[in-house]
C-alpha cells in the first residue's frame, strides 16, 4: 500500500515536476495576459486559481511538518488560508465550468474565500520576530496604525466607500462585500508592517519573508481589484486581474519551499527615520489617492477624520524617534562617562550600522 505522505512528499520534491510546474504557470499567465477575452479564457483561468492554491497548501503543510512551536504554527497557518481559496475556487469552478452557469452571490464559496484573511494575518502574526526595546514596541504599534489608516483611506476611495454606500441586495450580501475589501486593508496592513520589521531578522529569513509578503500582497490587490470591477459590473473570470492570485499564491509556494528549517532572530538597530520607508511609502500612497479624488469630486467626510487620525499618529511616530535617540544617547553616556560630546554624536546614528565613520 502507497504511503500517501510519503508520495505527496516526493511529488513536491520532484525536479521534472517543478519544471514542468513552472513552464506550466508561464503559460498560463502568458494566456491571461494575450487571450483574456477568449471564450475558453475563464475556464483556463478557472484551472489555474484553483491548482495554485492547493499546491501552496501542500507545501506549507508539508513544511510545517519539519519545524516546531510557532514556526509550525504559523505555517500551518498559512496552509490553511491557501487551501480556503482553493476550495472557494473548487466552488466557483464547479459552478462556472462544470455546471455552466453563474456564480450565485453570496455561496459556498465565499466561505472559503473570506477564512483566507484571517488565517493568513494569523500566520503572519504567530511568526516569532526579535526582542525590542519599549520605544520601539511603542513604534511598532503606531506603525501598525498608520499603515492601517493609510490604506483604509485608500480602500475607501477606491473601493470600501463606493461599496458601502451602494448596499447590496440584502443585508448577507452587503455585509459579504464590505467584509472583502475590508478584509484586504487588514491583509495589506499587516504584509506591510511585516515588511517593515524584516529589518529586525526573523526566523522564516528575509527572503522568505518578502516572498511570503509579496504574495499576500499581490492577491490582496487583485481582491481589491476584483471588487472595483465587479461593483462596475465588468469582471468576468480570465480578466488580466486574475494574474494577481496566481502570483500570489506561487510566491507562497517559494517562501514555503526555500524557507531555513532553522534560523535565528536578532536584535533590532535603534530607530531611526530611514527605517521607516514602508510607513512612509503607505502615508504618501493615502495622500496621492485623495489628492486625485480631489481633483475629480469632493472627499468622503470618513476619509477627512481617518487623515486628521493619521497626521496624528505620524507626529506621534516622530516624537518616538526622537525620545528613543536622546535614551541611546544617555545610555552610552552612563557606558562611557569620558566619551566627548563631538566622538558621541559619530557614534549613535551608526548603532546597528556595523561600521564607524571615519
Known amino acids: ?44 483561468s478557472n484551472v489555474g486559481l484553483t491548482v495554485m492554491p492547493l499546491v501552496a497548501a501542500g507545501q506549507c503543510a508539508r513544511h510545517a511538518r519539519e519545524l516546531a512551536g510557532r514556526l509550525r504554527r504559523g505555517w500551518l497557518l498559512m496552509a490553511g488560508s491557501c487551501l480556503g481559496w482553493g476550495l472557494g475556487m473548487v466552488v466557483w469552478t464547479a459552478y462556472e465550468s462544470i ?8 455561496s459556498l464559496a465565499d466561505v472559503g474565500y473570506l477564512a483566507t484573511v484571517p488565517l493568513a494575518v494569523a500566520a503572519l502574526l504567530i511568526f516569532p520576530t526579535a ?8 513604534r511598532t504599534v503606531i506603525d501598525g496604525l498608520v499603515i492601517g489608516a ?29 467584509a472583502y475589501p475590508l478584509g484586504d486593508v487588514v491583509m495589506a496592513t499587516i504584509v506591510f508592517f511585516a515588511i517593515a520589521r524584516s529589518r ?25 481589484g ?51 520607508s514602508v510607513v512612509y511609502a ?31 499618529a505620524s507626529i506621534a511616530r516622530q516624537v518616538l524617534i526622537a525620545a528613543d535617540r536622546r535614551a541611546l544617547e544617555q545610555s552610552v553616556e552612563a557606558w562611557v562617562p569620558a566619551v566627548r560630546k563631538d566622538t558621541l ?7 546597528g550600522s556595523g561600521t564607524r565613520r571615519n
Not at 10 to 25: D, E, H, N, Q, T
Not at 131 to 138: G, N, V
Not at 345 to 351: I, Q, S, T
Open 131 to 138: 526582542p525590542q526595546r519599549r520605544a520601539a514596541q511603542a
Open 282 to 312: 503607505a502615508v504618501g500612497l493615502a495622500a496621492g489617492t485623495t489628492a486625485g479624488a480631489l481633483l475629480w469630486s469632493t472627499v468622503d467626510p470618513f476619509v477627512f477624520w481617518v487623515g486628521l487620525f493619521l497626521v496624528a
Open 345 to 351: 554624536a559619530d557614534w549613535v546614528p551608526l548603532v
Open 200 to 224: 529586525l531578522g526573523s526566523p522564516l529569513g528575509r527572503i522568505t519573508l518578502l516572498l511570503l509578503c509579496g504574495g499576500l500582497l499581490a492577491a490582496a490587490v487583485s481582491d481589491s
Open 1 to 44: 500500500m502507497w504511503n500517501t505522505e510519503a508520495l505527496f512528499s516526493r511529488i513536491l520534491r520532484s525536479k521534472p515536476l517543478l519544471s514542468a510546474g513552472a513552464v506550466a504557470a508561464g503559460a498560463w499567465i502568458l494566456w491571461i495576459l494575450l487571450f483574456s477575452t477568449n471564450h475558453s479564457g475563464k475556464h483556463v
Open 226 to 276: 476584483f471588487s472595483y470591477l465587479a461593483l462596475q459590473n465588468t469582471y468576468a473570470s480570465g480578466n488580466r486581474i486574475d494574474i494577481g492570485w496566481f502570483v500570489g499564491y506561487l510566491l507562497v509556494f517559494l517562501a514555503a519551499r526555500q524557507s531555513p528549517r532553522h534560523a535565528a532572530a536578532w536584535m533590532e538597530p535603534p530607530l531611526t527615520r530611514q527605517s521607516g
Open 99 to 106: 455546471g455552466g452557469r453563474d456564480v450565485p452571490f453570496p
Open 150 to 178: 493609510s490604506l483604509l483611506i485608500v480602500s475607501w476611495i477606491l473601493a470600501l466607500g463606493p461599496i458601502v454606500h451602494a448596499g447590496g441586495d440584502g443585508p448577507l450580501a452587503a455585509a459579504i462585500g464590505i
